[in-house]
């Protein structure tokens, strides 16, 4: 059964970098790992992706080992408008199905 | 705004009622995928479909739902015989074909309430 696993939550200051992790134990083999951050009412918004070892763009590096059963979100100095939920999406293996981590409510304090 | 849309934003019906929500993908996007996204929940995945085939389907997904994508473009959800359980954010998302990352983008979703 594939299970996609994220911390409930996180709190953290402002200019502190955060790091997200989700465990993924059924990965699709030539899927890729997609980071999205989600306010209240809104779609998810795209954030990151990756296939293996580290990517980094504008506003997030990801992490993720050679075995990519897991994957690390990194946001560097956070602001209070990165409080969200970050979510994993990952494909399952043998399928055109997607599952979401459980998602990880981050708090950003001043 | 080339972005994925969702209509209506905001469906409020009563239990046994049928509704039909509608979802347009980015432009050459040829996936589209559905989601439910409950209160306080991670979206579920509910459907894909390859062009205008439907090539995987959730349990998730019971008869009275049923979505189309009839000409590979927009896609149409359509509940019948609604449920309060059915109460929930519908999300639309779509890619690329051809490209190695495949990313999906979300459209703003569709917020169903039934009474």
């Known amino acids: 059964l594939a299970k996609t696993t994220q911390p409930i939550s996180m709190d953290s200051y402002e200019g502190q970098e955060v790091n997200i992790t989700c465990s993924h134990n059924n990965i699709a083999t030539n899927d890729y790992i997609t980071w999205y951050q989600q306010f209240p009412s809104q779609g998810p918004r795209f954030i990151i992706q990756?296939?293996?070892t580290k990517v980094t763009n504008e506003v997030a590096s990801l992490f993720i080992p050679a075995d990519r059963k897991s994957s690390t979100l990194s946001l560097p100095r956070v602001s209070l408008s990165d409080t969200a939920v970050y979510y994993c999406?990952?494909?399952?293996?043998?399928?055109?199905?997607?599952?979401f981590g459980t998602g990880t409510r981050l708090k950003v304090l001043a | 705004d080339t972005g994925v849309s969702q209509n209506p934003r905001h469906k409020i019906t009563k239990r046994g009622q049928n509704v039909t929500f509608r979802c347009d993908p980015i432009s050459e996007h040829n996936r589209l995928y559905w989601y439910r996204q409950t209160l306080g929940q991670g979206p579920e995945f509910l459907t894909y479909?390859?062009?205008?085939?439907?090539?995987?389907k959730s349990r998730l997904l019971s008869d009275r739902f049923s979505a189309e994508r009839p000409k590979g473009s927009f896609s149409t959800l359509e509940i019948q015989r609604t449920e309060q359980g059915d109460s929930a954010m519908y999300l639309c998302?779509?890619?690329?074909?051809?490209?190695?990352?495949?990313?999906?983008?979300f459209g703003p979703g569709t917020r169903l309430t039934v009474l």
């Open positions: 990756g296939y293996k």
């Open positions: 998302a779509s890619s690329i074909q051809g490209t190695s990352t495949d990313t999906q983008y």
């Open positions: 999406l990952v494909g399952i293996s043998g399928t055109y199905k997607y599952i």
């Open positions: 479909f390859q062009n205008e085939a439907q090539l995987e």
